[in-house]
């Protein structure tokens, strides 16, 4: 069996970084002849291959921005994804695997073409594939009748037609003519594709995200403190993010919540990795001591940086299962979050961390309480976290499971 992986990016954020992984792990657990197509390629793996040269990319870039985004076409024509279609990886392939398509990367009216080639298989991170353009819609239910009259102002920029509807009219009619089949990373995310319209009559399989259960383990606390340079005397909360100044993260309110009593008296220092491109670093207040490690690509030093935190905090407004909360719980570090999306799936009260109540801030930060000052409980927690890890997140798991849905397909 050949499969072919099309994602944007291969290593580039967390949707990315799980595309990655599974493209390791059938390569490295299965018989399957598996490729990876990106659109922008980061990493240095020499079989990961780019659908057009850097060049041409950032034309493409440049062009979108002049003549498309301010129109109903965007990430309906591109000029780029033309180019697929005479790819050597596409050649002979049984199944197309689809990853993170959206963002001014690949047309999605391709589906239809694509899916007379070979049976497509998508992996959704988020809402953007029944909806008319957005990626996680919060409390709004439009994406179940049709996307229309949006009141979101990043979809108008001065144009006529509605454009969310448009968008959500036109996958509609492209999904039902093609053969495709999906995928998510929770079972929050399944039970939202199959109350879409856009998936009537679809199949919709549920397998987890990956990650590297070797490269990101428990270690010496003591040691990773010491060789990053951290108190051993504090209690640490880290915080990580693709991007730690994405609002849909909640940094920015965890930060507002916090009084100076509430650092000093609990002895708190934090410690943060991820993009910053709206520097969020300049906010946090001066009572609060932290240290900041930027963008964090090697699993090893992410992995040594868990392990220099007592608890892992991720207060998300709006997720589906983020890879970070499965690293950190991967290393034994009990993660604090709150109830949204498929995070409460996997971070269990008393059992793998501390689920808050969404939005609750007064109940996130008790957690953060909790656990600090509970080494015993933090303990039985990690022992959890890893148990949990490796049963169901491992890469041959995943390379088993997708294996799985990839011969069910052919096989239908």
């Known amino acids: 069996m050949k499969v072919l992986i099309i994602g944007k990016y291969d290593i580039k954020g967390g949707s990315a970084l799980a595309g990655y992984s599974i493209y ?10 598996t490729y990876l197509l990106c659109g922008d ?3 240095n793996d020499s079989e990961v291959s780019t659908i057009v040269s850097k060049n041409f990319r950032k034309f493409e870039k440049i062009f979108n921005v002049l003549f498309i985004e301010s129109t109903v076409a965007q990430g309906y024509w591109l000029l780029s994804n033309l180019k697929i279609f005479t790819h050597p990886y596409l050649k002979d392939v049984d199944i197309i695997n689809l990853h993170d398509i959206h963002g001014n990367f690949f047309s999605y009216p391709l589906i239809k073409k694509l899916s007379k080639i070979a049976p497509i298989v998508i992996t959704m991170q988020g809402m953007w594939y029944i909806t008319g353009g957005c990626y996680f819609t919060y409390d ?7 996307c229309k009259d949006c009141s979101d102002s990043r979809w108008y920029k001065n144009i006529v037609v509605d454009r969310p509807h448009f968008h959500w009219k036109h996958k509609k009619n492209i999904y039902s003519k093609s053969n495709l089949t999906g995928v998510t990373c929770s079972k929050w995310m399944q039970n939202i594709i199959q109350e879409s319209p856009l998936f009537e009559n679809k199949k919709v399989y549920h397998i987890y995200n990956p990650i590297n259960t070797d490269n990101l383990k428990p270690l010496d606390k003591e040691l990773s403190r010491e060789i990053l340079n951290l108190p ?3 209690n640490i909360v880290c915080f990580g993010a693709a991007d730690i100044s994405d609002e849909r993260k909640g940094f920015s309110l965890f930060i507002e919540s916090i009084t100076r009593d509430f650092v000093v008296k609990n002895d ?8 910053d491109t709206s520097s969020i670093i300049s906010k946090i207040p001066d009572y609060l001591p932290y240290k900041y490690f930027g963008s964090v690509d090697l699993d090893i ?7 220099a935190a007592d608890v892992f905090i991720f207060p998300t407004q709006a997720d589906n299962l983020p ?20 995070c409460g799936e996997v971070v269990i009260n008393d059992q793998t961390g501390y689920l808050a109540i969404k939005n609750d801030f007064n109940d996130f930060n008790n957690g953060i309480i909790k656990l600090c000052q509970d080494e015993v409980l933090r303990r039985r927690l990690s022992e959890n976290c890893r148990t949990n890890v490796i049963e169901n997140f491992s890469l041959k798991v995943c390379a088993d499971k997708y294996s799985q849905v990839f011969r069910e397909v052919l096989n239908k």
């Open 24 to 33: 390791k792990s059938l390569r490295d657990y299965t018989d399957i002849d």
């Open 41 to 43: 390629k980061i990493g």
């Open 140 to 146: 709004c239910d439009n994406w179940k009748t049709g």
């Open 232 to 234: 051993k005397d504090k």
């Open 268 to 275: 708190i220092f934090l410690i943060l990795m991820g993009a």
């Open 301 to 307: 030093f992410r992995s040594i940086i868990y392990n």
């Open 323 to 342: 890879n970070m909360l499965i690293e950190t719980m991967s290393c034994g570090v009990p993660p604090i979050t709150f109830d949204v999306g498929g």
